[in-house]
């Protein structure tokens, strides 16, 4: 599968630069990192693929998304294709949100990378929803380094409901990684991580 899926990036990355002139400011800041949570707005399906054709074939092949089990599992063939786009493991909606919380704690310590949407779920709007909680119960008191990013042009390229793609700029913009090793327990502290993780994105949004 990482073979196919190098390939597949290698077409990929082509496409996105010919056919949406792609591009990565601040690509420097994830290099040096071997496991990270990515995070960032999320609006479109492009989403992914964007922050994934930004990492070298290591880095892509130990990082792994979210994907609704109702939707990009409800066949083999969608399966695969998630799986070999996104790197997926698949979540229920219907189940408690802790479960897919473990799912990915269970990622972080065996040594893989995550891409974490905040807002739980697409914007109909492009514009930015309020970060959940949750990025700040996966994170509080661990030293993963969070990498705060924000994607311009996706929305315009495929926003939700539309299913086929228009030609737009794309650019991903990378933050500086964030550590919240010392954060407190408590609801509160997690509130508040993802309140300054929203406020990071929202500075990358120039």
């Keep these: 599968m990482n ?6 990036y290698g077409v990929l990355r082509w496409m996105l630069r010919t056919q949406f002139s792609f591009r990565v400011e601040g690509a420097e800041r994830l290099k040096t990192l071997r496991q990270f949570v990515l995070i960032a707005n999320h609006s479109s399906h492009m989403d992914t693929v964007c922050l994934l054709a930004m990492l070298s074939n290591a880095q ?3 990082c792994y998304s979210a994907a609704a089990e109702d939707y990009f599992y409800t066949n083999p063939v969608k399966a695969l294709g998630a799986r070999l786009f996104a790197n997926t493991f698949a979540f229920s909606r219907m189940d408690d949100p802790n479960e897919s919380l473990m799912a990915c704690r269970r990622i972080l310590e065996r040594g893989g990378s995550l891409i974490f949407y905040p807002e739980g779920t697409r914007s109909i709007t492009g514009e930015l929803q309020l970060f959940r909680k949750g990025i700040g ?3 509080q008191g661990t030293r993963h380094p969070v990498v705060p990013a924000h994607i311009a042009g996706a929305f315009e390229a495929m926003p939700k409901k539309q299913h086929w793609l228009k030609r737009a700029p794309i650019c991903v913009r990378v933050g500086e990684p964030m550590v919240f090793a010392d954060a407190p327990a408590g609801e509160a502290s997690e509130i508040e991580i993802a309140r300054q993780l929203q406020q990071h994105v929202l500075a990358l949004a120039k």
Excluded: K, P, W
């Excluded at 073979?3 to 597949?8: D, E, H, K, S, V």
């Design 3 to 8: 073979t196919a899926r190098n390939a597949l």
């Design 60 to 62: 892509r092949n130990r």
């Design 137 to 139: 119960m996966l994170v």
